[in-house]
């Protein structure tokens, strides 16, 4: 159908070769055309010097060529309008079967292409995808989970185990804090000299264990 309408390549071999005859047609009236309208102009030039010499019929023979000369550059202006609407639709047409054509490729590629993709082939390649992505999801579960003893224990307890630590380890910071912290300075009046405390005196008991140790260092 798509021949019948814009033709074969041959065809559009002879639009071009049709293209290029209108253009050089084209070419030839413009120059026709300037001849025209000089040799328009050049009878005006002569029919002033016959109307300065009073020649009046000379005159008005030049100004009758020059009408005649004026009708012939119109009829040459409406050639070159055909002409020119003939190329402006001989391109039109060239354009759209250029279109037509490339469509036509595209859709062949297009087709060519789904007869090599099958849409059952397409769901099954989806459907083994998913199955080995639910498998690789499987295999990785059952590697997280915990096996031998460590399945055993009650994630609570140690869950509990895990708070006393905690508890005790703030403890034990409070603690460190509490002795690294220097005792207050003690306020003494001005002129006075805080009294030493009075070394205790021993008992006996404490004489003797002092003598004993002593003794049991040498």
Do not use: W
């Not at 469509?103 to 998913?130: F, P």
């Not at 895990?162 to 009046?189: F, G, I, K, M, N």
């Amino acid at each position: 159908m798509f021949n019948r309408l814009f033709g074969k390549p041959k065809q559009e071999a002879n639009a071009l070769a049709t293209l290029e005859k209108l253009s050089e047609t084209l070419e030839m009236l413009e120059k026709k055309e300037n001849v025209l309208v000089k040799k328009a102009s050049a009878e005006v030039e002569k029919a002033k010097e016959f109307t300065r010499v009073k020649n009046k019929r000379a005159a008005i023979q030049c100004l009758k060529r020059k009408r005649l000369y004026e009708q012939q550059v119109e009829q040459l202006g409406n050639f070159q309008l055909r002409i020119h609407d003939q190329m402006i639709m001989l391109e039109g047409a060239k354009a759209t079967t250029e279109t037509v054509d490339a469509l036509r490729t595209g859709a062949s590629a297009m087709k060519a292409m789904q007869k090599a993709t099958n849409i059952d082939d397409v769901d099954k390649t989806m459907d083994e995808i998913n199955e080995q992505t639910e498998n690789m999801k499987q295999i990785q579960e059952a590697l997280s989970n915990p096996i031998g003893a460590a399945a055993d224990f009650d994630e609570d307890e140690l869950e509990a185990e895990l708070e006393e630590l905690e508890s005790a380890e703030l403890e034990e910071q409070l603690l460190q804090q509490a002795s690294t912290t220097p005792a207050a300075p003690v306020s003494v009046p001005s002129g006075r000299v805080p009294a030493r405390p009075v070394p205790r005196k021993r008992t006996a008991e404490e004489e003797e264990l002092a003598a004993l140790q002593a003794e049991m260092a040498l």
